[in-house]
């Protein structure tokens, strides 16, 4: 089952904006990683956040990790077509040997 | 190896069937990870092999699910007589070291039940 992730949000964004989206969680963290995927090229890593971290970059990428608040946030900035995908958020849990991943967010970059 | 390499991409099988998914990781990774993903959804762990060892199976969702690992690389996923509620993608995943590093993950089999 997915763990405690909000409702999956569906983006319809122009080439050159901001897209930004979101993960929230219910139990305690080691760290939360974004994953993009299409049909192209599969799941792939974008960036990892840790517990004793708030706020990463990476590229075009910004994660901020807010663990009072248990959420996490995905921005991508100046989007390009080439950023239509599926993005999931993965939980590393305490105690777990696994990811746990939310249903994920679609985003389409119309050119 | 430039990444991790799953076979076949594709498979139809008949209900009844069995199956075997192979999966090749990166070399040298020491964790293995399979994971089911179905239509729409993100995807939902199966098993965990630190080299060799099996270590966590509590994802399988029956005993007609089976995983090895006999030499610490090549990893085989097998279902066996096969139900269409096994249709789903399946994609096996592997990491460095520890458990919580980033997982690398290979394209999947599709796997259709009819």
């Known amino acids: 089952s997915q763990q405690g992730e909000e409702d999956p949000q569906a983006l319809s964004i122009q080439e050159g904006e901001n897209a930004t989206m979101n993960c929230s969680y219910k139990?305690?963290?080691?760290?939360l990683q974004w994953y993009r995927q299409n049909s192209g090229r599969g799941l792939v890593h974008l960036i990892l956040?840790?517990?004793?971290?708030r706020e990463k970059h990476s590229g075009r990428l910004r994660v901020t990790l807010d663990t009072s608040k248990k959420s996490s946030s995905l921005l991508i900035t100046a989007s390009r077509a080439a950023d239509t995908a599926s993005y999931f958020c993965?939980?590393?849990?305490?105690?777990?040997?696994?990811?746990?991943f939310g249903k994920g967010n679609q985003v389409v970059v119309i050119p | 190896g430039a990444g991790v390499s799953q076979s076949p991409r594709y498979k139809v099988a008949k209900r009844g069937q069995d199956v075997a998914l192979r999966c090749d990781p990166i070399?040298?990774?020491?964790?293995l990870f399979w994971y089911q993903q179905a239509l729409g959804q993100g995807p939902e762990f199966l098993t965990y092999?630190?080299?060799?060892?099996?270590?966590?199976k509590s994802g399988l969702p029956s005993d007609r699910f089976f995983a090895e690992r006999p030499e610490g690389s090549v990893s085989t996923l097998k279902i066996q007589r096969t139900q269409q509620e096994d249709s789903a993608v399946y994609l096996c995943?592997?990491?460095?070291?520890?458990?919580?590093?980033?997982?690398?993950f290979g394209p999947g089999t599709r796997l259709t039940v009819l």
């Open positions: 995943a592997s990491s460095p070291r520890d458990t919580t590093d980033t997982q690398y």
């Open positions: 139990t305690s963290i080691n760290n």
């Open positions: 956040i840790r517990s004793n971290e």
């Open positions: 993965a939980r590393w849990i305490y105690g777990n040997n696994r990811l746990a």
């Open positions: 070399s040298g990774h020491v964790s």
């Open positions: 092999f630190q080299n060799e060892a099996q270590l966590d």
